[in-house]
């Protein structure tokens, strides 16, 4: 089984604070992606990945920015934390693009 | 812009009962994928069921199917039978088939099974 990994389930972190979100997939999937989740807008992609150190804005980049030294990871960054970053953020996989993407738990970020 | 529309925020259905969620979407796209995700409460999102806009035969999955109206962008979820174990927040999403594998998604449904 496909298995994603998110390094924290619960997190809370203070404004101005430099917050990092880890994941980590172990099938060797080619893409990764991260997401976050507000209620009544669904899923926002932030930024995705299709190679080690290859990276592409989605629809809300600004205030992050991403890492990926290695291709089972992918980091998310938040260079200095807002209230408004407050949000559950979910990161997925996927071998093909157009194929099932594989999401990891999600981290439930809370900025004071 | 490529949207998709899920205008039932909230949904509920007795046990044993089908129900189906709507979903709509707009594209200028001619190949692209679609899909419904499932998020149980506090465990990780699944994919329900695929389909690819080019096979015109609706995808089933078990309990899970689908009604996909190319020309009317409509791709509603059915689900038969239901079961406790089907309540979730689901999700519609689309892909275009030459795109980058940016997935759009809808606002999500929340679907309660009642015993």
């Known amino acids: 089984d496909v298995k994603v990994t998110q390094s924290s389930r619960y997190l809370v972190k203070r404004t101005g604070e430099k917050v990092f979100l880890e994941c980590v997939q172990d099938?060797?999937?080619?893409?990764m992606f991260w997401y976050r989740q507000d209620p009544g807008l669904g899923l926002r992609l932030i930024y995705f990945?299709?190679?080690?150190?290859?990276?592409e804005k989605g629809d809300i980049p600004e205030g992050y920015s991403v890492s990926r030294e290695k291709k089972e990871r992918f980091s998310l960054i938040l260079e200095s934390a807002s209230t408004n970053q407050t949000s559950m953020y979910l990161c997925a996989s996927c071998l093909t693009l157009g194929y099932e993407q594989y999401f990891g738990p999600g981290t439930r970020l809370t900025v004071t | 812009a490529q949207t998709v529309t899920q205008s039932q925020p909230e949904m509920s259905v007795q046990e044993a009962e089908t129900v189906t969620l709507s979903c709509t979407y707009d594209t200028s796209e001619n190949n692209y994928y679609l899909f419904w995700y499932k998020q149980p409460p506090s465990r990780q999102m699944i994919l329900v069921i695929r389909?690819?806009?080019?096979?015109?035969q609706n995808a089933t999955e078990n309990r899970f199917s689908v009604n996909f109206q190319k020309a009317a962008k409509s791709f509603s979820l059915k689900i038969s039978d239901s079961q406790l174990g089907d309540t979730a927040m689901y999700f519609c999403a689309f892909v275009p088939r030459h795109n980058t594998g940016k997935l759009i998604f809808g606002q999500g449904t929340t679907l309660q099974v009642k015993p």
């Open positions: 990945s299709y190679d080690v150190k290859m990276k």
């Open positions: 099938m060797d999937h080619e893409n």
């Open positions: 389909q690819e806009a080019y096979k015109q």
